[in-house]
């Protein structure tokens, strides 16, 4: 099973201030297949990035992921007020074991 | 639009079951392979099942493998988890996430929509 680290645990931060989240896998995800995805208190995850780098429908261009292997990014360039949330990557290139990461809470500093 | 609502959750005896469902609009279910993912409160994702379009394909996580069982009717554009011998760590929000299938066949993708969840409660 591939496990996922992402760090830090919570990034503190002020909005219109850049935002940086990794993901690190045991291993090497196959064709970079892997996602990162958003969510908020009391609400369902949103996916955000599919395939380490393409944006999901309708997210802003303020998203963006990079990385192939086992080391893989997901920036949000300028902090605005509603990305204040918990950002978890998920690999899918080894399924049937598709693994989440334990999550990364971005704050208001 | 897409939508994914949920039901079937409440409060459970350890060793008790549970049947979750799943009802699916606004798109072509039989097109999708669709899974279950759950949350523990105050914790991160948990992936715990998945089918594919046409149930030819099933997977379960080692944590619910033998216990739990995954299947969906496409007539009804449902999706279904059965939960049995329930544990105080089965207790969680359970998602139903929708994904294209991918190659080789079989093979799962992304999550691209979700629904709000259902909670399940395991306690005596």
């Known amino acids: 099973e591939i496990v996922l680290t992402q760090s830090p645990g919570t990034l503190s931060l002020s909005p219109g201030e850049r935002a940086t989240l990794s993901c690190r896998a045991s291993q090497s995800v196959s064709s970079s297949y892997l996602a990162w995805y958003q969510q908020k208190p009391g609400q369902a995850p949103r996916l955000l990035i599919y395939?380490?780098?393409s944006r999901a429908t309708g997210i802003p261009d303020r998203f963006s992921g990079s990385g192939s292997g086992t080391d893989f990014t997901l920036t949000i360039s300028r902090l605005e007020p509603e990305d204040f949330a918990v950002y978890y990557c998920q690999q899918y290139g080894s399924s049937p074991r598709l693994t989440f990461g334990g999550g990364t809470k971005v704050e208001i500093k | 639009q897409v939508q994914l609502v949920e039901s079937g959750g409440g409060l459970v005896k350890p060793g008790g079951s549970l049947r979750l469902s799943c009802a699916a609009s606004g798109f072509t279910f039989s097109d999708y392979y669709m899974s279950w993912i759950r949350q523990a409160p105050g914790k991160g994702l948990e992936w715990v099942s998945y089918i594919s379009s046409s149930s030819s394909y099933t997977n379960y996580a080692d944590s619910v493998k033998g216990r739990f069982t995954i299947s969906r009717d496409n007539a009804k554009n449902s999706l279904y988890l059965q939960m049995n011998s329930l544990r105080a760590e089965d207790t969680a929000v359970y998602y139903c996430a929708r994904a294209r299938p991918r190659p080789p066949p079989g093979a799962m993708s992304h999550f691209d929509y979700w629904g709000q969840g259902t909670l399940v409660t395991v306690s005596s």
């Open positions: 395939g380490a780098s």
